[in-house]
């Protein structure tokens, strides 16, 4: 066989509740409890002063610093964690015992095998365009002055997405292996070779490490997305703590990359949402926006730490801080604990790169919206173990809606720090502050139930419309290796977000012949935080010859929430006419409202026979919710019913049908607390179900394009219903499916192609509701949606370099209320694009070509948002 030669040219609360890291949160008490609603309770309340212990006992109401279940339920949590970690040494002998002759090789001077976290040299720039992939190596070896080897037959027919930026030798040939089925040895100093993965890495391709063996710790870095130039990502992290094969995880699982997220110019999280498969995003009007899936509403993981209840209804800080965002759909129990069926979204951070690099960009376009951004990477000292980010954007623009504006300013900071060649400690934090104001919540419609057909532009709220926010968060996560098998993580996140509002808004209907509508006056102020923490081990061992990968861990969260709000006087006014002075009135209803969930999991890969996964898994949780009146009175405290020990099982099965083709079949619990009460004073049962989900996942052309097919049935039970003898209670007896099938592809057909693609069906229906009968169960979600997004970079002639995108939105009908329909529409989008120097990219990109005209939130008699017409987006990004 030929042989092909390239060149050589904190503190602890007195509670024992937890080991609070950040404190992020003004106004913190000195006494050491460490929770936010125990901090938050001394604060100045409006008009009645800081409340002493005596007064909150003689108001009977339980100091949230007092000892209790929560706080008891927190502090076994840690006690977990703790345990968790001190497990570590336990194993540690064993795993040091089983790879003393890796960590003797890979640690000796002169190896020429870099650890795993370690990264190898200096870094170098590379520019290598999509294509051969033994043209592209040839390149590899000339730009990186890295003598290369390979077996010519190997590369036959394989193409690369190609590579630009500044990268380390070994970061770079790794990049341009991804998809490949390829990964390479180090021959010597700088000089490597070329080999095929072995077939026993069941968790992906190494990506980072440069050895060839069964490595945990090689795949840590092995999802980022910031360079690869590509709509597809081969690993992610969104149903595991480790980077995983999307061909291994037996549910849908789509990846919004960062190419992508440059590409369409995408600013938010709604932005990506509404671009990816089975999702529907309705915008909310004040900058906010909630998200469904499947019939149900989304979860939320930021890099893996699950919150529930943490996007819907809530500000998200910009897309520059995020490498990709990750969607799984269905239920994800496992590592969310409590949650609907609609699925996760994990927003996956940015992390350091192994050389400096600078991105720096702006947008421009209609209604005067500029976004400039930078994003600096850079090793602070010489062996690059130091290493740090800094990512800061802004925005300022108004609206398709008259007198509507935002701005928005963040800055994000990120510290990788290898303490030895085997332990990594990473820490993060980020502010953002957004004002968006005036806006406005949009139009209703006729009490006849037609639509008012107002001009797009129509603005309906009042000019003093506001909407402040900021928020802030940060981020530890401490990772060690021990060997190539085991690994043990530690995750601590902080997060807060501070709101208020002061706004006018229509609701209840327009009188057809009188024009007159109600108008509501409005304010609130929030104060919500969150803290959570997650620790866990992956571990691989052999079980008779056959590989089997552990994972074992616990989480805890919890959620304290502030809310203040107050009202004005409703009035009855002329639509065409509506004038409001700004109201002047004190806040006349608050409450205080926890909420904790913890939880152990533990999930088996068992790989019992060629070609075949079997997934199997559980978690234990425990959940609990209090809420307390404070304004007007503090008299009335809430605790609405909690859970202890709940099991939701999961399993799942994966067949290797061809090297490009997998089936999978997969069942998967739900389980959701309820906080409605019945007419007895009781709590209702939490909402349980199940979903099956069956399918095939492919990687055709070397990995280059991936592709899947997904059918689901889901079923819940246990759903509140309103109580036909007292509408003011509720009962358990609401039982619902969602069907569907979901069919993606994404990826790099051919040089210079990117495409993603996605298309559902979806059928949703109420079995037993004694409101909606058989209704369908989530009407905003169309029964047939397709999205596609695409670009052609013309790779040769003349016109090198020039590039063309399309974008293509397509929904059927949709309502809110059973009674108002819009019908299909397709909403079109068109790129044109060049890339000056390796160095320097423009685009130019209009939205809405056809200027269609349609509802992205239907009215009913309150708040309805047109979709944005016709609109044009420049942008200039350079990297260096």
């Known amino acids: 066989m030929g042989s092909l030669t390239i060149g050589q040219d904190g503190e602890r609360s007195e509670d024992g509740a937890f080991y609070r890291f950040f404190d992020l949160m003004p106004g913190a008490s000195a006494s050491g409890r460490g929770f936010a609603d125990c901090r938050a309770m001394r604060q100045t309340l409006p008009g009645k002063g800081h409340q002493s212990q005596k007064e909150r006992s003689d108001a009977n109401i339980p100091s949230p610093c007092s000892s209790g279940k929560p706080l008891r339920r927190a502090a076994v949590s840690f006690l977990l964690l703790a345990g968790t970690t001190a497990f570590t040494p336990l194993v540690m002998k064993k795993a040091s015992a ?19 976290f370690h990264p190898a040299g200096p870094g170098v720039n590379i520019d290598i365009p999509a294509g051969s992939l033994s043209d592209a190596l040839v390149t590899f070896s000339t730009q990186a002055h890295a003598p290369l080897t390979s077996q010519a037959p190997m590369l036959a027919g394989k193409t690369t997405a190609g590579l630009r930026g500044t990268f380390t030798p070994p970061a770079a040939l790794s990049r341009l292996l991804q998809g490949t089925g390829l990964s390479y040895l180090p021959t010597g100093s700088h000089a490597y070779k070329v080999v095929v993965a072995s077939s026993a890495i069941t968790l992906g391709p190494v990506r980072v490490s440069g050895q060839l063996q069964q490595s945990l710790a090689g795949l840590l870095d092995s999802a980022d997305t910031l360079h690869d130039g590509r709509y597809s990502a081969d690993r992610v992290t969104v149903a595991g703590k480790l980077p995983l094969s999307v061909r291994q995880i037996p549910n849908s699982v789509s990846v919004v990359t960062q190419q992508r997220i440059l590409d369409q110019n995408m600013v938010s999280v709604e932005d990506v949402l509404r671009f990816t498969t089975g999702v529907t995003a309705s915008p909310y009007g004040d900058g906010t926006a909630y998200f469904m899936s499947r019939g149900y509403t989304l979860d939320v993981q930021y890099d893996g730490m699950p919150v529930v209840s943490g996007i819907q209804y809530l500000p998200q800080f910009d897309m520059m801080m995020y ?107 980020s502010y953002q502050y957004s004002d968006r104001g005036p806006f406005d919540y949009g139009q209703s419609r006729y009490t006849n139930n037609k639509f008012l057909n107002f001009p797009r532009s129509a603005f309906f709220g009042s000019s003093w419309n506001d909407s402040p926010n900021s928020m802030g968060e940060g981020y530890v996560n401490i990772t060690h290796s021990f060997g190539k098998n085991l690994i043990w993580s530690t995750s601590v996140i902080d997060r807060y977000l501070d709101s208020s509002g002061i706004y006018s808004y229509m609701g209840g209907g327009v009188n057809f012949n009188t024009k007159l509508s109600k108008y509501f006056e409005q304010s609130n102020l929030n104060r919500q935080n969150m803290i959570g923490a997650d620790s866990n081990l992956n571990y691989r061992m052999n079980i008779m010859g056959r590989p089997v990968d552990f994972l074992v861990g616990t989480n805890m969260y ?58 199997l898994g559980g978690r234990v949780s425990s959940y609990w919710a209090d809420s307390r009146t404070i304004l007007p009175e503090r008299l009335t405290r809430s605790g609405q019913p909690g859970v202890e020990g709940k099991l939701t099982p999961n399993a799942g099965m994966l067949y290797d049908l061809t090297r490009e083709l997998t089936a999978y079949f997969s069942f998967s619990s739900i389980f959701t607390p309820q906080t409605e009460l019945t007419a007895s004073g009781g709590g209702l049962k939490p909402v349980t179900g199940r979903q099956y989900e069956a399918g095939l996942k492919g990687a055709f052309l070397s990995g280059n394009l991936l592709a899947f097919l997904a059918a689901f049935q889901l079923e819940t039970n246990n759903r509140a219903v309103g109580d036909p003898t007292d509408i003011r209670y509720y009962v ?24 993603y693609a996605g298309y559902t069906w979806l059928e949703t229906q109420y079995l037993s509701d004694p409101v909606y009968g058989n209704l369908s169960l989530q009407p905003e979600e169309p029964k047939h949606n397709f999205k596609l997004w695409s670009t052609y970079t013309i790779q040769r002639g003349m016109l090198k370099d020039l590039s063309f995108g399309t974008g293509l939105l397509v929904s059927s009908r949709t309502s809110r209320d059973y009674v108002v329909w819009q019908g299909g529409y ?55």
């Open 323 to 429: 490498d990709r965002v990750e969607v799984m759909r269905g239920p994800t129990g496992l590592l969310q604990g409590t949650g609907s069926g609609a699925g996760s979204v994990n927003l996956v951070r940015k992390h350091t790169q192994d050389a400096f690099a600078t991105h720096v960009g702006v947008q421009a376009g209609s209604w005067n919206n500029v976004r400039p951004y930078i994003d600096i990477n850079a090793p602070l000292n010489a062996s690059h173990t130091l290493r740090a980010r800094i990512v800061a954007s802004g925005q300022s623009a108004d609206s398709f809606v008259h007198e509507v504006h935002q701005s928005e300013a963040m800055l994000y900071a990120i510290v990788d720090y290898d303490i030895d060649a085997q332990t990594r400690l990473t820490v993060s934090g």
């Open 558 to 615: 919890q959620v304290y929430k502030r809310s203040l709000y107050g009202s004005g006087p409703t009035s009855a006014l002329n639509i065409f006419d509506a004038v409001l002075p700004k109201p002047n009135f004190p806040y006349s209803g608050g409450n205080d409202t926890t909420t904790e969930q913890w939880g152990a999991y533990a999930q088996a890969r068992l790989h019992p026979i060629k070609n075949l996964t079997l997934v």
């Open 98 to 116: 089983q790879t003393a002759n890796y960590q003797n090789s890979t640690s000796r001077p002169g190896s020429g095998a870099p650890s795993p």
């Open 732 to 755: 358990s007896s609401g039982r619902a499916r969602s069907r569907g099938v979901e069919v993606e592809i994404n990826g790099r057909p051919l040089p210079g192609w990117n495409i």
């Open 826 to 880: 397709t909403v079109l989008d068109l790129q044109v694009g060049y890339k000056v120097t390796p160095h320097l990219s423009t685009t130019l990109t209009v939205n809405n070509v056809a200027d269609k005209v349609y509802w992205a939130r239907l009215p009913t008699s309150y708040y309805g948002s047109y979709g944005a017409p016709r609109s044009v987006m420049a942008a200039i990004r350079s990297e260096f």
